[in-house]
């Protein structure tokens, strides 16, 4: 257990479909990351907030929408999304942004059929 | 920029086998070095870490020595166990605080009984 904490832990959604992921940790941490991690692809960062603000948006297609209300959630809101979409994604937290570590929650499998 | 440089898997060992994962990494400054794990079906996990040079993490028998003249921080274990199977991530954090963390591409450790 991490502190940080991801639901669902798997989802299958059709390509027309919306969904969202959520995101939350209650270790007072001030950064939070959304991650893709695909089969045999290097781990990708998606977005980044600190303090609430969005960072960093690595060039995410707009069928990805993050969403971060308060410091302790975090959102990534899906639509239309592609079958290379299915991935599992990661959500992490850090005390402060690009210093010291992250801690990681278990992850959302996501099928797109 | 920053980049963290992993030796390539898959790795197999039999049980009881010594285990060295190479890391080197590119930084300006004076990163801090962290080794994380996952294990199937699961998040990373922060497995050691350490801050300045010639410091050792070490947990659960896994050990790392940020070497600041060779700019690596190899992952070894001694004896390692089935349990040990998992993916392991090299990872950089600079001192600017203006970057989030460097990940390496990820070694599959599988180890047979």
């Known amino acids: 257990e991490t502190g940080v904490t991801q639901t669902p832990r798997h989802l299958v959604m059709g390509m027309t479909n919306k969904k969202s992921l959520k995101c939350e940790q209650h270790?007072?941490?001030?950064?939070m990351y959304w991650y893709k991690q695909s089969a045999k692809k290097p781990l990708e960062l998606m977005f980044v907030?600190?303090?609430?603000?969005?960072?960093e948006n690595n060039s995410v297609p707009s069928r990805f929408s993050p969403e971060c209300p308060n410091s302790s959630h975090l959102f990534l809101h899906l639509h239309t999304l592609q079958p290379e979409d299915s991935a599992l994604y990661l959500c992490?937290?850090?005390?402060?942004?690009?210093?010291?570590?992250?801690?990681f929650g278990q992850g959302t499998r996501l099928t797109v059929v | 920029g920053n980049s963290v440089t992993q030796m390539e898997g898959p790795v197999t060992l039999s049980e009881e086998a010594f285990l060295t994962i190479n890391c080197t990494y590119t930084?300006?400054?004076?990163?801090?070095l962290f080794w994380y794990v996952q294990y199937p079906g699961e998040g990373l996990q922060l497995l050691l870490k350490?801050?300045?040079?010639?410091d050792k993490g070490s947990n659960k028998g896994f050990e790392a020595t940020y070497r600041k003249e060779t700019t690596s921080f190899h992952l070894e274990k001694g004896s390692v166990q089935v349990s040990d199977s998992a993916v392991y991530f090299c990872?950089?954090?600079?001192?600017?605080?203006?970057?989030?963390?460097?990940f390496g591409k990820g070694t599959r450790l599988s180890v047979i009984a």
């Open positions: 992490a937290s850090s005390q402060s942004f690009g210093l010291l570590e992250a801690f």
């Open positions: 270790l007072g941490h001030n950064a």
């Open positions: 907030y600190n303090f609430k603000e969005q960072t």
């Open positions: 930084a300006t400054g004076y990163p801090s």
């Open positions: 350490a801050t300045k040079a010639d």
């Open positions: 990872a950089l954090s600079d001192s600017s605080g203006n970057t989030p963390l460097v």
